[in-house]
């Protein structure tokens, strides 16, 4: 089993910037890569960006390619989601996913992942 905890949302004006934290224990060493998905009021859960957690190959959604960027630290088994130029439209509960099966290429879709964590809701104002 993967545990995911997710850290550093927040209330922030449009144009800011702030950084997500996910933090994983468990079996680390099964993780194949790392995603972020995120949940608008009233909306679907939808794919936000991808790490390969060996590689560290990166994939994003079109909507924030360019404003957020993936990453993660090995060591720390951390992977951070910097979001910067932040529009109101980015408020939502984010949540980091744990793929534990090698799965090249299937990021995008919620089933593409084995583990999830609590989420931790951002709030951007205009």
């Known amino acids: 089993q993967v545990q995911l905890v997710e850290s550093g949302g927040g209330l922030v004006q449009a144009g800011g910037s702030l950084r997500l934290s996910c933090a994983a224990s468990?079996?680390?060493?099964?993780?194949?890569?790392m995603g972020w998905f995120r949940q608008g009021p009233g909306k679907e859960r939808e794919f936000v960006a991808a790490i390969r957690w060996s590689a560290g190959n990166t994939y994003y959604a079109d909507s924030v390619k360019g404003r957020f960027t993936i990453s993660r630290d090995n060591a720390k088994n951390t992977v951070y989601l910097q979001m910067n130029s932040l529009k109101p439209e980015d408020t939502a509960v984010y949540y980091c996913?744990?793929?534990?099966?090698?799965?090249?290429?299937?990021?995008?879709?919620?089933?593409?992942?084995?583990?999830w964590g609590q989420g931790t809701q951002v709030t951007v104002s205009s």
């Open positions: 996913a744990a793929q534990t099966e090698d799965r090249i290429g299937h990021y995008v879709y919620t089933w593409d992942y084995d583990y």
């Open positions: 468990g079996r680390t060493f099964s993780i194949y890569a």
